[in-house]
């Protein structure tokens, strides 16, 4: 496919703006849409938080997810309170921080 310089209208300031052919051919190899913004607003966005994701802004890397519920259960190797980001059934072992990662490399595998 050839691509030629469009002009586009920037939905927030109004303004218009090139989009160049280079990234026509970028954006179409990744499956993108149009821009919808200016490099200018787009870059305004990106640096103000307001990335298009649903997540907002506080965890670092400009977004706020939810505080992860965690749930409490005793470490089946060493014995120690371990808190995991699921509800432990009983079924399986749960392991704490310190004896996980030995585990998953030996024990696991």
Do not use: I
């Not at 496919?1 to 970028?26: H, I």
């Not at 802004?57 to 014995?79: E, K, L, N, V, W």
């Not at 749960?94 to 990662?101: A, G, H, I, K, W």
Request: hydrophobic share 20%; aromatic share 12%.
């Amino acid at each position: 496919m050839t691509y030629t310089d469009r002009a586009l209208t920037c939905v927030q300031c109004g303004n218009e703006f090139t989009f160049t052919a280079d990234d026509q051919e970028f954006h179409g190899s990744r499956g993108y849409q149009d821009p919808k913004r200016c490099p200018t607003c787009r870059a305004e966005r990106r640096n103000s938080g307001g990335g298009g994701s649903s997540y907002g802004s506080s965890s670092g890397g400009g977004y706020d997810r939810p505080q992860r519920q965690m749930f409490s259960a005793t470490c089946a190797r060493c014995g120690k309170e371990a808190l995991v980001p699921f509800e432990p059934r009983g079924d399986k072992p749960v392991y704490c921080s310190d004896c996980f990662q030995p585990a998953k490399r030996s024990d696991r595998w």
